[in-house]
C-alpha cells in the first residue's frame, strides 16, 4: 500500500488517497478542537492515542457482527479504511441528559434518558451543524431512506456492545457521535470511535473522562483518554 496525495484535513484527521482507488488512509492528527474550530491546540501523543483507541474499537465492533470501514493499523498515527460514500450526517445516540441535548431543552445534566435518544445533525462547518431530522434527509437527498433507516438501526446495535464494554471497565457511555457511508450497497460505520467524539463518565465517581476535559478546560484529557484505554485492555505501547 503506497500513501499518495491527501484528500481532506478535517478539525483532528487528513485523509490521503492510496494506490488502491477502494482504499483510504486516515492520518489522527495531535490537533484538538471544539466549539466548530474557534479553539485548537496541539496535545502531545493525542493521534497515537486515538488512532490505537479507533482500532480497538472497530475491531470490537466488527467482532460483534457491525460492517466498518476499518482495515489496519499502518503506523501510530494511522490506519487504512475502506473508501465509503459517506452520508452528511451525523448519527448522535444518548444514554444520560449532557451538552447540547441540555443546552437546548434547559433539562438537567446526568438524568437517564430511557429509552435513549436518536438525534441527526448535518455536516454542515458553516452552518454549525445544525439539529436535523428524517424528513429533512428525505426531502434532500442527503441519503436514501433506507441508508439512514439502516445507520439509525447500526448506531443502536453499537450502544448495546460499546455501554457494555465501558461499563465493564467502570464507566457510563453518556453518548457519541457515529458516522456512515455506502460501500457496495452497503451501509458501513466510518470515520471513527474515540473519546473525542463521545462523552464517557466514571460510574461512581461520574468524572470526565472524555473530550469535555478539553472543552470544559479540565486539563488532563490525554491522560483521561489513556486511563478509558487502559480500562477497556488497549495497549498503547503495542
Ligand atoms: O454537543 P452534543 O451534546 O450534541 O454532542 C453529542 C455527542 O456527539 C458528544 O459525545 C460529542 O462529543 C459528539 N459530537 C461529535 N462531533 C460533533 C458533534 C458532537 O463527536 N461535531
Redesign the pocket.
Known amino acids: 500500500m503506497e500513501k499518495r496525495e491527501a484528500l481532506y484535513a478535517g478539525k483532528a484527521k487528513s485523509v490521503f488517497v492510496t494506490d488502491d482507488p477502494d482504499l483510504l488512509l486516515l492520518e489522527f492528527r495531535d490537533d484538538t478542537s471544539a466549539f466548530d474550530g474557534k479553539r485548537i491546540e496541539q496535545l502531545a501523543r493525542k493521534g497515537m492515542v486515538n488512532n490505537k483507541f479507533n482500532a480497538f474499537i472497530m475491531q470490537k465492533l466488527k467482532a460483534a457482527g457491525i460492517p466498518t470501514h476499518f482495515e489496519r493499523l499502518v503506523s501510530d498515527n494511522e490506519c487504512l479504511v475502506k473508501r465509503l460514500d459517506m452520508m452528511p450526517v451525523?448519527c448522535?445516540v444518548?444514554n444520560i441528559s449532557?451538552?447540547?441535548?441540555v443546552r437546548r431543552l434547559g433539562i438537567e445534566e446526568g438524568l437517564e434518558l430511557t429509552p435513549p435518544t436518536f438525534?441527526l445533525?448535518l455536516k454542515n462547518d458553516a452552518m454549525g451543524?445544525p439539529l436535523i431530522n428524517e424528513s429533512l434527509v428525505e426531502t434532500f437527498g442527503w441519503a436514501e431512506p433506507a441508508h439512514l433507516a439502516r445507520a439509525k438501526e447500526l448506531t443502536f446495535q453499537v450502544n448495546d456492545i460499546l455501554k457494555k464494554l465501558f461499563l465493564d471497565g467502570g464507566m457510563l457511555l453518556?453518548?457519541?457521535?457515529l458516522e456512515f457511508g455506502v460501500f457496495n450497497g452497503e451501509v458501513v460505520l466510518g470515520d471513527e470511535f474515540s473519546p473525542?467524539?463521545?462523552?464517557l463518565w466514571d460510574a461512581e465517581t461520574r468524572e470526565k473522562l472524555?473530550?469535555d476535559r478539553f472543552r470544559q478546560g479540565l486539563g488532563g484529557v490525554i491522560e483521561a483518554y489513556e486511563e478509558v484505554g487502559r480500562r477497556i485492555g488497549i495497549d498503547f505501547t503495542a
Open positions: 451525523e448522535v444518548r449532557a451538552g447540547s441535548l438525534e445533525f451543524d453518556v453518548d457519541y457521535k473525542d467524539g463521545c462523552r472524555d473530550k
